[in-house]
């Protein structure tokens, strides 16, 4: 698999680079431009900046925080086959595993798994048992080393919002514990298989990065469908330590995308309804009000080099772009 990587800049982001992938093969325009002469694409007027960022417990690189507790079950011990990958979450206080969540663009937990080489990408919802244990069905592609991240909501009492996330995670290995390398090379832009992407950055309040994003195919701004009722997901892990972070991008007048939902009681026989489901995808982009452009508030769990993977349903199908932001 070839690489691909863009640079940019903002306060809070200050070079991104950028690996744009949909196949194996990589055909892609070079350039040495930095974020004063990268060309793309501006922020339209916003009519309200989100004052309620949301900020998570835990950043991924240790299997607890807050008193809770990624307790693995059962990993994938094969490559090339679907494997098992069970596991529980916590609470450190009654060694009890977690069983409330508030639901979280409709689903009760996020798993996602990242190769050490950053190539394999795996984001699914797991079903979760009457004994709180969650299962998940993987296929990993080669051996080597693999991260996994859970990225959950609990419900908060007398607090202002709804609900609280919590990023837990660690690593293991399919019989080597090999890790590699990524270079990073400053572009703005790229082509492959008729899409362009373009990304461009401005300076918000609060401290906050604006990432923005623009995808168009043969010159024309794609329309996208939904993922989660969303329009995409952005999913950044850092290449020196693992650090997670995940964002949706605003809507059309500003405000954020409603994360969370009503509170689940997964004893109550909830066991599959959060799972993933061919619902998950919606393909009809008659009600994309911006065409072709993204825009994220981003905020990163700290300086460094992460690598992002932003998923977009585009003509019914889901598509995988990944950048590698430079965060100071």
């Not at 508030?102 to 394999?120: A, P, R």
């Not at 990524?182 to 298989?193: F, R």
């Not at 969303?230 to 500003?254: E, K, W």
Request: aromatic share 10%; net charge neutral.
């Amino acid at each position: 698999m070839n690489k691909t990587f863009l640079s940019l800049s903002s306060a809070s982001l200050i070079a991104i680079s950028s690996l744009f992938s949909l196949s194996a093969a990589s055909a892609a325009t070079t350039s040495n431009n930095t974020y004063e002469n990268c060309p793309g694409p501006q922020m339209p007027a916003m009519a309200a900046m989100p004052k309620n960022h949301p900020h998570a417990f835990g950043d991924g690189t240790t299997p607890s925080a807050i008193g809770y507790t990624l307790n693995v079950v059962t990993l994938p011990q094969v490559s090339g086959k679907t494997e098992k990958f069970s596991f529980k979450i916590v609470q450190v206080s009654s060694k009890k595993p977690l069983q409330t969540f508030t639901s979280d663009m409709g689903k009760l937990l996020h798993l996602i798994i990242v190769s050490s080489d950053y190539n394999t990408y795996i984001h699914v919802h797991p079903s979760i048992d009457a004994n709180g244990v969650f299962t998940a069905y993987v296929t990993l592609p080669h051996n080597g080393t693999y991260h996994y991240f859970t990225d959950f909501s609990f419900p908060l009492i007398k607090q202002m919002q709804p609900a609280q996330q919590v990023v837990l995670g660690g690593s293991f290995s399919l019989a080597t514990s090999t890790n590699f390398q990524t270079s990073v090379k400053p572009l703005c832009s790229l082509t492959e298989q008729g899409y362009h992407l373009a990304l461009s950055t401005t300076t918000v309040p609060f401290g906050h990065g604006m990432l923005m994003v623009n995808i168009d195919k043969n010159g024309t701004p794609v329309a996208f469908g939904t993922l989660l009722g969303v329009r995409a997901h952005m999913v950044i892990v850092s290449l020196q330590g693992q650090r997670y972070g995940h964002f949706h991008p605003l809507l059309a007048d500003g405000s954020m995308s409603p994360m969370w939902g009503p509170v689940v009681d997964t004893t109550k026989s909830y066991a599959k309804t959060y799972a993933d489901s061919g619902l998950d995808i919606n393909p009809d982009s008659s009600h994309d009000d911006t065409p072709g452009m993204l825009d994220f508030m981003t905020e990163p769990p700290g300086p460094g080099l992460y690598m992002s993977y932003l998923q977009v349903v585009i003509d019914g199908k889901l598509h995988t772009f990944n950048f590698v932001l430079n965060c100071k």
